[in-house]
């Protein structure tokens, strides 16, 4: 697939807000500071859509991306940062949960989870939910960058154990060496034909 057009389409803080589109779409959740945005960003060829920052809960809205004017990519706060506001942590946790629960155009999730410290209870709950929903969904590993290459041969496993699931797909990516990138696009092709 080849990205020719990014449009910011909607900036939704509310589920209210969710809006109804003719278009397909997939979306990207993870931890907070997990590399979602990075990953938005390298998909598209740095256009620099997303915002990225050191700082985790950067993005606190879904931001849907039109592309190609014919799909969306849907990107979702983070997940579990525990210096953020609890009342803050509800809504977004309420966002998240009613936009993966009604969504009808919602034809596959990317679960990104850090590879160096690898899944969290809070991924798993992630992952529980996805499965109890019946959403397909694909593991990205992100930062591989950050792994020796004997920890690059057990991540695999690490992801497994994590997520106590022998049969995930799983995508190593990084959007330092843009490593991943190509297979993510195709799993996105191939979800939206589905
Ligand atoms: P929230 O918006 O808070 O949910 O975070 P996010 O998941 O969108 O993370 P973001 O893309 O903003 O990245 C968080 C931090 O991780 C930034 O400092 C990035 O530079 C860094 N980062 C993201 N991807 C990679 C990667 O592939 N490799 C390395 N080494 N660092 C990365
Ligand atoms: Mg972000």
């Known amino acids: 697939m080849k990205i020719k057009k990014v449009k910011l389409y909607k900036t939704v803080y509310a589920p209210e807000e ?21 990953l938005l960003n390298t998909l598209v060829n740095n ?14 809205s879904v931001n849907f991306y039109l592309i190609n004017d014919k799909f969306f990519m849907v990107d979702l706060p983070g997940y579990g ?11 977004w946790r309420d966002l998240i949960e009613k936009y993966l629960k009604e969504r009808d155009t919602l034809k596959g999730v990317f ?9 969290t209870e809070k991924d798993k709950q992630m992952k529980d939910w996805l499965d109890f929903f019946g959403i397909p ?3 990205v590993a992100t930062k591989v960058d950050k792994l020796k290459s004997s ?11 994590g997520l106590k699931d022998k049969n995930l797909e799983i995508i190593p990516f990084s959007s330092k060496t843009r490593e991943g990138r190509v297979e993510v696009l195709k799993r996105i092709e191939r979800l939206l034909e589905a």
């Not at 940062?81 to 809504?91: G, I």
């Not at 920890?151 to 154990?161: N, Y």
């Open 47 to 60: 256009y620099k859509i997303a915002k990225v920052s050191s700082e985790p809960g950067k993005t606190r």
């Open 137 to 139: 969904y694909v593991v």
């Open 81 to 91: 940062f525990a210096k953020v506001p609890f009342k803050e942590q509800k809504r």
């Open 111 to 119: 679960l990104l989870v850090d590879s160096k410290v690898g899944p």
């Open 151 to 161: 920890e690059k041969q057990k991540l695999k496993r690490k992801v497994e154990e």
């Open 18 to 38: 969710l809006p109804q589109t003719p278009y397909k779409e997939v979306a990207f959740v993870g931890r907070s500071n997990v590399g979602k945005s990075s």
